[in-house]
């Protein structure tokens, strides 16, 4: 099964959306809640390339972008092969 991690906000809608569809899915996957600990905010921003928005969606250490690029793998049935490594 793949490692999954998500940088989110509680308050954010896309966050929610996107966790939603890795937990439909079945996929367990690690929640940093940048809100909760501020100082994992530069961590996920030297992760992701400079991606300063949430969520930021890494799959086996691979930026996969947010939830929109997240949800564009799944329209195009590319999500569940990145899923099953």
Not at 4 to 9: H, Q, T
Not at 64 to 83: S, T, V
Request: proline share 5%.
């Amino acid at each position: 099964m793949s490692k999954v991690e998500v940088y989110s906000k509680g308050y954010c809608p896309f966050c929610h959306r996107a966790k939603a569809l890795l937990t439909q899915k079945g996929i367990e996957f690690i929640e940093y809640e940048i809100d909760v600990r501020p100082e994992l905010r530069d961590e996920m921003i030297t992760r992701a390339n400079g991606g300063h928005t949430v969520p930021q969606i890494f799959i086996n250490d691979q930026h996969i972008g947010g939830c929109d690029e997240m949800l564009g793998l799944e329209a195009r049935n590319k999500l569940d092969p990145l899923l099953a490594v």
